[in-house]
Structures are given as structure tokens and as C-alpha cells.
């Protein structure tokens, strides 16, 4: 967005904010109802419109309290078709659920996962069916203030954090700067692998956190690609010419660094953030993959862009294409990655004794 254009929004942009700190006062001052659970809720969001990478995080803290605790996700469910709780299962998809628990539910298929716009509503559903429940995960309820969390982390993208962003729709912020206060954990992800102690000091000091604030900074880990479908025999080139990357996801450029790192030239297709593939995008797909003049190449997507090709209007298209997509996951750099396990720990455990 040009600077001009961002000027000529401020004024929409101020309204909106000014909306949503009414809204935030009224949660305050408590006319709007937050309702707390006797079980350990730990909600991770954002300030900003989607792109810091709240599902690889919540992923760590699957990785993290699963192996001694039953753990559950809540979500919204962003771009299903159906409404009100929904538990996932084996015969979950795209549209019943939303791509990102389904991403969830098949990596991790002991877990529950369940999706509801009403998170208060969910929450009481999840204890109700499962009342062993250890910890419940909510992804992206940062405004979702009908639930006070026990727990509340704050991603921040380390390329555009929020002390640097804009109100919608002059920026990407859901509301004010300042309501960054109410987390008890700010996490700056998508730092370099390579991140400098200055670098740490100056965005500590932009952050400006409260007395109760712990902040900690992540990176992203790429896995090997792996094949869409199962093709036989289909292995990811260690060199070739073209990579032809699509996603509809909202911030797609540490992807991109990754990759063109591993090929001559990258050509990117960018669809927005959750888009809903059809038959006819993937043809385009397929027409500006094959118009490509050489034979060393591949397509390339995201763990959460496969989620909404596996259906069966579009898969079929697709099941005899050099199509990969790349797994990731998240790390903390020094000894960020110990302080944060046991802030999450010591905060479950503690919960659970005091019940």
C-alpha cells in the first residue's frame, strides 16, 4: 500500500480503532462479560490481520504438553462452511472445518480439535465431552475477549511488527497498539536464523514491554519437501532451473527466501489468505507450470494450501504433477527456547494443582 493511500484511509482507520477501544473498555470496565474456566486455557493471536504464524505455534505447544498431558485446540474454524462446535475427526474436511485445524487434526491425530466462533460456547462443549482435559489451546482469540485466557501470547511478525503497523485498513492492525498490553507474552517470530543481540536490544526497546511481560523470539524451521500426493518414485530435485510457488497465505515471503535459494528462478502465484481453490485456478496453476521452458522443475505449496486442494473437485488435476509442499515448524533462539518451555509448563502444572 502506497503512503498516499494510507493517508487517504486514516480517517477510516481511526474509526475502526476508536471502535475497537470502546469495545476493549467496555470488556475492561467488565459491561461486556470475559468468562475464566478452571481448566488452563493458553490463547496465542495477534494485533495484526493474520501472517505472524499463530498454527506453527500452537503446533510447538502440541510438540510441547501433549506427550504428558491431554490437550485440546479451539479455533474459529476461518472459511468453513459450517457453523456452531464442530469436533473433528477422521472424516473432517476443509469446508467442515477450516484449513488450519485440519492441517492440526492430521498431524496429530490423538488430539481433539474443535472448532467454534463462540470459543466461550466451545470451551464449556470440550469440558463437558472430555472433563480430563489437561489444557486447551485457542488460536487466534487475542480479540475474542468473551474468554479470559490464563495464558495469553502475543505473536508479533519480527519484518512487520505491530509498533511499526497501522489500523485497518490504512495497516494491518485489528485495534490500537496498546492493546498489546493484555498479553502475558509477546513472541517475535520469523526472526533470521542468524539474529544479533543488537538487533534483540533495539526491538526490546521499540517493544517497550510491560513489567509482566515476557518476550521471546522465534524463527522458522523448513523440513525437507515432501510430495502432495503419493506418487511413486516423485523426489525433490537437490538443484533445478524453475520453482513455480502458489499460496493463499498471508505472508508468504519467508517461504520465497527459502526457496529461491534452491533454484535458478522462482516464480510465485499469490491468491489471499485462505482462498478457496477452484477448478479453474488450478488449471491457471498447471497452464504457467507447463509454459515454463525447461524440464527441471517443480510446483511448490504450503502444508496449509494442500489442505484446500484435497478435495475431490480439484486433486484429481493435480495427482500427476511434480507438486511438494514444505513443512515447517518453530524454534527460539538461545536460551529462549528452555525459558518459554518452562513458563508454559510451570504455568499448566501450577493450574492443575490449584484446581
Do not use: W
Request: proline letters at 6%.
Amino acid at each position: 500500500m502506497t503512503r498516499i493511500l494510507q493517508v487517504i484511509l486514516l480517517p477510516i482507520s481511526l474509526c475502526y480503532g476508536l471502535t475497537m477501544a470502546i469495545r476493549n473498555l467496555l470488556f475492561d470496565i467488565h459491561l461486556l462479560p470475559s468468562k475464566t474456566f478452571d481448566k488452563p486455557v493458553i490463547s496465542v493471536g495477534n494485533l495484526t490481520h493474520g501472517g505472524t504464524g499463530k498454527t506453527p505455534h500452537i503446533e510447538y505447544l502440541i510438540r510441547l504438553l501433549s506427550p504428558a498431558m491431554s490437550v485440546a485446540s479451539l479455533s474459529r474454524g476461518y472459511g468453513r462452511k459450517s457453523r456452531g462446535f464442530i469436533l473433528g475427526s477422521k472424516r473432517s474436511n476443509v469446508k467442515y472445518i477450516g484449513d488450519e485445524p485440519l492441517q492440526i487434526l492430521k498431524k496429530f491425530d490423538t488430539l481433539k480439535v474443535a472448532v467454534d466462533e463462540k470459543r466461550s460456547r466451545g470451551i464449556t462443549i470440550l469440558l463437558e465431552k472430555y472433563p480430563d482435559l489437561n489444557v486447551i489451546l485457542l488460536d487466534d482469540a487475542f480479540q475474542h475477549r468473551y474468554v479470559k485466557p490464563g495464558l495469553s501470547i502475543l505473536l508479533t511478525d519480527y519484518h512487520l511488527p505491530f509498533f511499526d503497523n497501522l489500523i485497518l485498513p490504512s495497516g494491518s492492525l485489528r485495534e490500537f497498539r496498546s492493546g498489546a498490553g493484555r498479553a502475558d507474552i509477546i513472541v517475535v517470530t520469523k526472526t533470521p536464523k542468524i539474529f544479533s543481540p543488537i538487533t534483540r536490544r533495539r526491538i526490546m526497546e521499540e517493544l517497550k514491554p510491560k513489567t509482566h511481560q515476557r518476550v521471546y523470539f522465534s524463527y522458522i524451521k523448513y523440513m525437507d519437501p515432501e510430495p502432495v500426493f503419493d506418487t511413486p518414485d516423485l523426489s525433490f530435485p537437490e538443484r533445478m532451473t524453475n520453482i513455480l510457488l502458489f499460496t493463499g497465505i498471508a505472508n508468504d515471503y519467508p517461504l520465497t527466501e527459502h526457496l529461491e535459494r534452491m533454484c535458478s528462478e522462482l516464480i510465485v502465484m499469490k491468491f489471499a489468505d485462505h482462498h478457496p481453490y477452484s477448478v479453474r485456478d488450478v488449471e491457471g496453476i498447471i497452464r504457467k507450470f507447463n509454459d515454463l521452458p525447461t524440464q527441471k522443475k517443480v510446483i511448490v505449496t504450503t502444508e496449509k494450501d494442500v489442505m484446500r486442494l484435497k478435495t475431490p473437485e480439484i486433486s484429481g488435476y493435480l495427482k500427476n504433477l511434480p507438486l511438494f509442499c514444505v513443512p515447517m515448524e518453530i524454534d527460539f533462539h538461545g536460551d529462549d527456547k528452555e525459558k518459554f518451555d518452562n513458563e508454559i509448563l510451570q504455568y499448566v502444572k501450577k493450574n492443575q494443582r490449584n484446581r
